[in-house]
């Protein structure tokens, strides 16, 4: 297993961009699957996007052009960039990390959208 940890949440007016950047302790080169989920207060915890080891991406419907994911296997790193960010937009965003016998999460990083 790796261990994660995200980083670049903050607060953004709507419209603005952020990128989340989620640091593994190990090499990620191997997984299958990394990923970014948010959890808002209340609701429970969605899939955001994933990227799997040859770079094939997956989207939630309300994030679609506007979010981007991608893996620096070199740097056993992650990324969301995210732009044009909306209200809704506001939760806790989790890495994850996917593969056969593990699933390894981080803590968290939030993102808030508001004016």
């Known amino acids: 297993q790796v261990q994660l940890v995200e980083s670049g949440g903050g607060l953004v007016q709507p419209g603005g961009s952020l990128r989340l950047s989620c640091a593994a302790s190990?090499?990620?080169?191997?997984?299958?699957?990394m990923g970014w989920y948010r959890q808002a207060p209340g609701k429970q915890r969605e899939l955001v996007a994933t990227?799997?080891?040859?770079?094939?991406?997956n989207y939630v419907d309300s994030v679609k052009g506007r979010f981007a994911i991608s893996r620096d296997n070199a740097k056993n790193t992650v990324f969301l960039q995210m732009n044009r960010l909306k209200p809704e937009d506001t939760a806790l965003y989790y890495c994850?990390?996917?593969?056969?016998?593990?699933?390894?999460w981080g803590q968290g990083t939030q993102v808030t959208v508001s004016s």
């Open positions: 994850n990390a996917r593969d056969g016998g593990f699933d390894s």
């Open positions: 190990g090499s990620i080169s191997s997984i299958n699957t």
């Open positions: 990227i799997n080891r040859i770079g094939s991406t």
